[in-house]
């Protein structure tokens, strides 16, 4: 390897110690997921740079060879450094390690935003004249990518209910099938699709398996270990979690993630160096907010299913939920996020909407905020009622996601609020 030169302290070759080094535990022992969660990616083999404690953001859209000698190294791997700012920069490769160790992953791709992250998994791991299988809840961003686009890439779409297995494999017997791709839970009803059943019957008929479990964060679903191929994340919501960045995330088998990145690397998707430091920052307490979005949301869940001006609540960790079995077995928390109908229509939902002091109007998930939103207004406006009807979203349905603040200053709220509706 070529002489770094200069400065031992600033020299990109002078890394830190692996934790698992300094411990002497042993490498192959995976961390707990808290412990992982600050210091993965972060730990082991980083640049160091002024000794600082954090990965600093580095500012720059290119980087620098010493002689040819040394980019002939890194072309062929035997020295480690950037090449250019589109294929990544120090911070969101610290991103990419520390997703990849959360989600039991081969590799990271982390990129602009979670939508970025579905169409270029879709279009760079689905052929022309191939054929995927989605579920019909779904976030509406997504369903018209593979609807209104794919097509006219020649990909046909399978729609079947989230936990319908004869029309999976129906769809599999019937199509060259390359990939199953839900939410899991989905958006907004908190559908769970059996990750075990349904990967078993995918991967017999050579189909992967895609889960978006941005709803669930590594913490409460490990996609990969049920059995799915790769995990997606807007990694906007719960990862960055504080309502201040836009990001996407794909990990899991290493030949995928390739595909994808290499695709990735001509779209110019990059996540820029401050964003993923804020989405850096955001996992470091992601266990800690978890947790208390967890309880919250299942404590809001329980009360609002006794008030007797709600109509119904989904969500997955009540017993009334679908798939409130498939989610116990699979999830070891059930989010943040907590759906319900209001009595009443659309006007006696606005009533409640417009009355709530606490939470934020507004779109998106995740963040230690509480934020509040009737998909029927929010994302589906522009359909109108029949086609709303159509795709099963109600007028008087609420998404909550419910942020860290005090669960009982959420509830006083969420009563008053209720008092207003007829
Ligand atoms: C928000 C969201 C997306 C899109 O992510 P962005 O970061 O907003 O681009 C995709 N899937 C799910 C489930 C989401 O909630």
């Known amino acids: 390897m070529p002489d770094s030169g200069g400065d031992s302290k600033l020299a990109a070759k002078d890394v830190e110690a692996s934790l698992a080094h300094q411990n002497g535990a042993p490498k192959q022992q995976p961390a707990k997921l808290s412990t992982t969660a600050v210091h993965g990616g972060e730990r082991g083999g980083r640049p160091r740079v002024a000794d600082a404690l954090t990965t600093p953001i580095v500012q720059t859209s290119t980087y620098h060879f010493r002689n040819t000698a040394e980019l002939i190294d890194y072309n062929e791997g035997r020295f480690e450094s950037y090449e250019y700012g589109r294929y990544g920069n120090p911070t969101s490769q610290a991103c990419e390690a520390k997703i990849k160790e959360l989600e039991g992953a081969e590799d990271c791709l982390v990129s602009a935003s979670g939508m970025n992250a579905v169409t270029s998994m879709l279009l760079s791991l689905v052929p022309s004249g191939g054929h995927i299988v989605t579920t019909s809840d779904c976030y509406w961003r997504t369903r018209q990518f593979m609807q209104n686009f794919l097509p006219k890439m020649n990909v046909g779409v399978s729609v079947i209910k989230p936990n319908d297995l004869e029309a999976l494999q129906q769809a599999l017997d019937s199509h060259n099938v390359t990939l199953f791709f839900s939410e899991s839970p989905t958006n ?27 709803f669930a964060t590594p913490m409460n679903q490990q996609a990969l270990a049920l059995g799915a191929d790769l995990v997606l994340h807007s ?188």
Not at 191 to 208: L, N, Q
Not at 311 to 332: E, N
């Open 188 to 214: 907004p009803y908190l559908r769970c699709v059996d990750i075990p059943a349904i990967s078993r019957i995918c991967h017999a008929k050579g189909a992967a398996v895609c889960i978006d479990s941005t």
């Open 235 to 422: 990694a906007t919501k719960y990862l960055a979690g504080h309502n201040d960045v836009l990001a996407g995330a794909l990990a899991g088998r290493k030949d995928l993630v390739a595909k994808v990145r290499e695709f990735h690397h001509i779209m110019g998707g990059v996540v820029d160096p401050h964003a993923a430091y804020l989405l850096l920052r955001g996992i470091k307490t992601l266990q800690l907010r978890v947790e208390r979005h967890n309880a919250s949301a299942m404590e809001i869940a329980r009360r609002l299913e006794a008030h007797p001006k709600i109509d119904r609540v989904w969500y997955p960790g009540l017993a009334s939920h679908p798939d409130h079995s498939i989610a116990k077995s699979q999830m070891s928390g059930f989010g943040g996020v907590v759906s319900f109908e209001v009595r009443g229509g659309l006007n006696e939902c606005i009533s409640f909407i417009d009355n709530v002091k606490l939470p934020y109007i507004a779109p998106s998930l995740g963040g230690v905020e509480s934020l509040i939103e009737m998909p029927a207004v929010q994302s589906y406006w522009g359909f109108g009622p029949e086609k709303r009807a159509q795709i099963g979203i109600k007028e008087n349905l609420v998404r909550f996601s419910i942020g860290i603040e005090d669960v009982e200053d959420i509830w006083e709220d969420l009563v008053q609020a209720l008092e207003h509706v007829p």
